[in-house]
């Protein structure tokens, strides 16, 4: 690292602020069961996350390595200008699904970025539509699948051998089991995903020649990557988690227990026999798959359908908003800059969007029932593929859900009072 | 281009095996340790009976505790060797 230039340090920053995106994107996929079914409380859920991630990012390398020469290819010219132009695609596809309250893969957003930015700067030969198909579609379609299958089949056995207990003495166990398959879950999310970030910043530091070739990630890469999805993580994507955890189906201690437990083994699974599988895409996977596996049990398509649509719509969306980013990088300096400036613009009107109905941990575990404010520009962009207001089913929810985590609701102030005294 | 089915089936049995096997053994272990549900229709006069009651259900509680004891002591293990892989 003796000599970083200017644009190399606005990728790496912009990998970072990927990084941090990254983490509160995800947060859900640990957590977001755990949460609504009262096994740990909001702030604590994500406390434990973001130092699981945390010691994650430290464990190994190997992830990092396969982002450089897998997709991408790393010999046809790729330049710092087109990885920063990929950054910039997936960071604001991330925090558009965010205020959507989506889980989409951060994985394919990245992907996405990085192919459309080098379709656009380099061709078609910069890019392997080989692995693309097996490295991104395939997977996308298999893993909720298998975890839901999984989930599912789990969820009626534990119901069926737990017949005639007790619920209230039963579910104190079940969410111990669950905390345990939480913290695999987040471990295993910072061990793959800011090592994704590192291989972003080490094939930037490569093709800006600070690096040999098929160099390890040096150790402040490692620290700071670390360091950047565990505050993301911290922070927390309320939205996100209250779609999993409330939005997609009522989940109940036993459900969370058996759908957390599905994510953890099948992202173990398949990272170890080496099918990579996108934890997002697991995570929701197994929730719905526990959804299903209660009687009487609901499953909200149109939330699950709006999702699927967002997942289709990750690559193309992140790789044309890159593509688009690459063409004005391209043109120099300026062009740099101004695609900094656009990006840092978007990301402050996505925010201030998202504090006309700010949802954060103290009423992450409601379930919305107030129609949509008048519609602004933002809103009107994603409405296509926002979660709709509860219907009927989630009103009929809606009391029991009060009444289990403030006894003495009146829901929104209430709650509100008990999140800020403690 | 080829799909790797073979890895994909892999990865498919694997996952539904552990994660049924590891509910089935938790919730054997939940089972072991908590009581049956008090009937609901036990009127008021059945409640002086309950202390004994749930004491001779303690005493034959000892060989299934000792059972679920045994069931979570593998879940722990599971979970350590998830926690293995992640690290290896």
């Known amino acids: 690292m003796e000599h970083i230039t200017l644009l190399i340090g606005i990728v790496i920053i912009t990998a970072l602020v990927f990084d941090f995106t990254n983490g509160f994107h995800d947060t859900a996929n640990a957590m977001a069961t755990t949460i609504s079914t009262g096994a740990l409380g909001p702030r604590t859920a994500v406390a434990m996350s973001a130092v699981l991630n945390l010691v994650g990012a430290f464990l190994s390398v190997e992830v990092a390595k396969t982002i450089s020469g897998g997709i991408i290819d790393e010999g046809s010219g790729i330049r710092p200008e087109v990885i920063f132009a990929g950054l910039v695609g997936a960071i604001l596809w991330n925090l558009l699904t965010w205020l959507a309250g989506l889980p989409s893969s951060s994985s394919h957003a990245l992907f996405g970025g990085l192919i459309g ?32 299958v999984a989930a599912m089949v789990a969820t009626r056995l534990t119901y069926r051998l737990a017949r005639g207990r007790d619920d209230q003495e039963t579910a104190k166990g079940y969410r111990a089991g669950q905390i345990a398959s939480a913290a695999l879950v987040s471990l295993a999310h910072g061990t793959n995903d800011a090592q994704k970030t590192m291989g972003v910043i080490t094939l930037a530091l490569i093709t800006g020649g600070a690096l040999a070739p098929d160099s390890d990630p040096p150790l402040w890469v490692i620290v700071s990557a670390g360091l950047a999805i565990a505050l993301g993580t911290y922070l927390g994507g309320w939205r996100i988690i209250r779609t999993m955890g409330k939005g997609i189906t009522d989940i109940q201690p036993p459900q969370g227990f058996a759908a957390q437990t599905g994510a953890a083994t099948v992202i173990l699974a398949s990272s170890h026999i080496g099918f990579a599988l996108s934890t997002t895409q697991v995570c929701s996977g197994s929730v719905m798959g526990a959804g299903l596996g209660r009687k009487g049990g609901v499953v909200r398509w149109s939330t699950a359908g709006r999702m699927v649509l967002a997942w289709v719509l990750t690559l193309p969306a992140a790789g044309l908003v890159a593509g688009g980013a690459a063409l004005l990088a391209d043109q120099g300096n300026w062009g740099v800059t101004a695609v900094a400036v656009i990006a840092v613009a978007a990301c402050a009107a996505i925010w201030a969007a998202s504090r006309r109905k700010p ?13 949509a404010e008048p519609v602004g520009v933002v809103t009107a962009a994603i409405q296509a593929v926002a979660p709709p207001p509860a219907g009927p089913v989630a009103a009929a929810a809606g009391p029991v859900a009060a009444v289990s985590s403030t006894p003495s609701a009146t829901p929104a102030g209430a709650s509100a009072a008990t999140g800020s005294t403690s | ?47 002086s009976t309950t202390p004994g009651a749930s ?9 299934a505790r000792l059972g679920a004891y045994a069931c979570f002591a593998l879940c722990a293990a599971a979970v350590a060797y998830g926690i293995n892989l992640i690290v290896a």
Not at chain 2, 12 to 21: D, H, Y
Not at chain 2, 55 to 63: F, K, M, S
Request: net charge negative.
């Open chain 2, 55 to 63: 004491a001779t259900a303690g005493a034959a509680l000892g060989p």
């Open chain 1, 117 to 148: 930015a080098t379709l656009v700067s380099v061709g078609m030969d910069g890019v392997n539509s080989d692995k693309i198909v097996m490295k991104v579609l395939i997977p996308a379609v298999a893993a909720p699948i298998v975890a839901g």
């Open chain 2, 1 to 47: 281009m080829s799909i790797d089915w073979a890895a994909l089936g892999q990865v498919f049995g694997v996952s539904l095996a552990v994660t049924v096997g590891f509910v089935g053994v938790f919730t054997l272990g939940i089972l072991g340790t908590s009581r049956k549900a008090q009937p609901a229709e036990a009127g008021p006069g059945a409640t």
């Open chain 1, 359 to 371: 949802v954060d941990h103290t009423n992450v575990n409601e379930v919305e029932t107030v129609p």
